[in-house]
C-alpha cells in the first residue's frame, strides 16, 4: 500500500491581494505528521475492522527558480504502520496472528518526487501507475491559489489513473480549503462510491503551515465491500538553507528528474526512462539511488519500454510507416469491456496509426465470444486474434495493457488501458490527427 501525500500545491497569503509562493532556491523545510486508516470489509456475515496509523515526513527542498516557477525536490519517508485495531467478526485478533497482521500493514518506505509549480500552484504530480489508494492521496494534495474575489467561483478537474475529479477551492483568510468530488468507473467487476474529500491548508508568511486531509469511499463487488478512510495532518517547520553553491547543484542534479517526471506524465515514457537510467548511473548526483530504483520499478512494471518489439507481428497488415496503437485485451475482463470505446474514440481519425485490439482465443474465450464484446465498442479499431505469442513478445503478466510501436517496431508507450488522457498526450505528440 503506498501513501503519499503531497502539500506544495498551495501558495500563501499576501495581505488581501493576489497569493503568490515567497520560497526561494535553496530554501528547505519538513511536514511531519500521521496518516491514519481504517478498513472495513464485509463478506456475507463476516466482517474485518483493520485501523492503523503511520507517522511520516517530507523533506523538501527548492532546488530551483526561474521567473514565477519553482522546482521542488521531495522526498517522503514512512515509517512501518503500527495497528490500532485488528478485528475480525467482533474479536481482537491483533495479538492472536502476529505475521497476518505483519502482511496487512504497510512497511517503511522511502521515495522521491520532483514538482515544478508555477505563482498560481499549478503543476501536479501523478503517482507512477497509480493504484486507487494512491490517486486518492494526489487528488487530496490538489490546491490552487486563489486571489481575492475568485473563492465563490474557482473549480478545477482532473483525472489520476481510472479517477476523475472536481474540486472547488475556497480561503479565509491563511486558510486554503479544497472539497473534491470523485469518480471512478467500474473496473474488474468493482464499483466505487466515494464519500467525499476535503484538504485544508494554513499559511503563514509565503509559506505552508499545516495541512489536513480526508477521504472515504467504498468498493462493492460480488464477493463484498470495502470501506477505506483516510485522516492524514502535518505540520512544517523550517530546515537549513542551502548555500548558493550547493543550491546551484542541487538544481543541476534535480533538473534530468524533473524532466523525466514530467515526460511521464505527458507520454513520453520511454524518455522518461531513459532520463532516470542516465541520472542513476551519474555516482555525482546525490538523488542518483533514487533514479535508480525508479528506473528499476519502471523496468519491471513495464519491460519492453523502449526497447525494440520481437516476436510477435499482427495478423493484419501494417503499412511499413504506421504507428501501431496495440491493446492486450480479454472479452472476460470487466475493465476492458469499459475501456474499448474509449481507446477506440482516441484513436478514429488518426492518420499514420493502425490501432490494434489483440485478443488471445483460448480455453477461456472462444472467437465468438471475443467478436460479440468487440461488435459495437471497438470502431476505430483492428480486431487481431492471436495465440498468446503478442502477450509473450510484450512481457504482459496481466491484462488490460495498451502499448504504441513506432514505425521502426521500438516501444514508446506502456501503459494501463485506464490512463486515456496520458495516452492521448502521448497520440498527439506522435500521431496527429
Known amino acids: 500500500m503506498r501513501v503519499l501525500i503531497l502539500v506544495l500545491s498551495v501558495a500563501a497569503a499576501v495581505s488581501a491581494g493576489p497569493l503568490r509562493y515567497r520560497y526561494e532556491r535553496g530554501e528547505t523545510f519538513v511536514l511531519e505528521g500521521t496518516t491514519e486508516v481504517e478498513v472495513i470489509t464485509r ?14 515526513a517530507q523533506h523538501v527542498t527548492v532546488c530551483a527558480r526561474e521567473g514565477e516557477r519553482r522546482l521542488f525536490a521531495i522526498a517522503t519517508e514512512h515509517a512501518a504502520a503500527a495497528a490500532v485495531a485488528w ?5 481482537d485478533r491483533r495479538g492472536a496472528d502476529p505475521e497476518a497482521l505483519a502482511a496487512l500493514l504497510p512497511a517503511r518506505s522511502r521515495s522521491v518526487e520532483f514538482l515544478e509549480l508555477d505563482d498560481r500552484g499549478r503543476g501536479a504530480m501523478v503517482p507512477l501507475d497509480p493504484d486507487l489508494q494512491g490517486a486518492v492521496l494526489s487528488v ?10 475568485e473563492e465563490a467561483s474557482w473549480q478545477v478537474t482532473g483525472a489520476v489513473g481510472a479517477l476523475a475529479w472536481s474540486g472547488a477551492f475556497s480561503r479565509s483568510g491563511a486558510t486554503v480549503t479544497s472539497v473534491f468530488t470523485m469518480t471512478a468507473a467500474p473496473r474488474g467487476g468493482a464499483r466505487v462510491l466515494f464519500d467525499g474529500a476535503r484538504a485544508t491548508v494554513t499559511l503563514a508568511d509565503g509559506r505552508v503551515a499545516s495541512v489536513e486531509g480526508w477521504a472515504a469511499w467504498t468498493v462493492a463487488t460480488a464477493e463484498g465491500t470495502e470501506r477505506r478512510e483516510i485522516r492524514y495532518r502535518l505540520t512544517a517547520s523550517p530546515g ?7 543550491a546551484a547543484d542541487a538544481a543541476a ?17 520511454d524518455r522518461a526512462l531513459d532520463l532516470w537510467t542516465r541520472a542513476g548511473a ?11 530504483s525508479l528506473a528499476a520499478a519502471v523496468r519491471a512494471e513495464h519491460p519492453v519500454l523502449g526497447l525494440p518489439l520481437a516476436g510477435w507481428e499482427p495478423r493484419r497488415p501494417v503499412p511499413p510507416d504506421h504507428w501501431r496503437l496495440i491493446y492486450l485485451w480479454a472479452s472476460w475482463i470487466p475493465a476492458c469491456r469499459d475501456e474499448l470505446p474509449a481507446l477506440a474514440a482516441l484513436a478514429r481519425g488518426r492518420e499514420g496509426l493502425t490501432a ?3 485478443a488471445r482465443v483460448d480455453v477461456l474465450q472462444t472467437e465468438d465470444e471475443i467478436r460479440k464484446v468487440f461488435a459495437g465498442a471497438g470502431e476505430g479499431l483492428w480486431l487481431d486474434l492471436d495465440d498468446g505469442s503478442a502477450a509473450r513478445a510484450f512481457r504482459a503478466e496481466d491484462l488490460p495493457r495498451v502499448y504504441l510501436v513506432d514505425p521502426d517496431g521500438e516501444v514508446r508507450y506502456s501503459g494501463r488501458g485506464s490512463e486515456v488522457e496520458t495516452l492521448r498526450a502521448a497520440l498527439q505528440r506522435w500521431v496527429q490527427r
Open 43 to 56: 463478506r456475507g456475515a463476516g466482517i474485518e475492522r483493520l485501523a492503523f496509523r503511520r507517522p511520516g
Open 87 to 91: 478485528e475480525v467478526d467482533g474479536r
Open 140 to 149: 487530496l494534495g490538489e490546491a490552487e491559489v486563489l486571489a481575492e474575489g
Open 240 to 246: 537549513p538553507a542551502l548555500a548558493s553553491e550547493d
Open 253 to 269: 542534479d534535480a533538473a534530468p528528474l524533473a524532466a523525466a517526471a514530467q515526460a511521464w506524465r505527458t507520454g513520453e515514457r
Open 282 to 292: 551519474d555516482g555525482a548526483n546525490r538523488w542518483s539511488d533514487d533514479a535508480r
Open 356 to 358: 490494434l485490439a489483440v
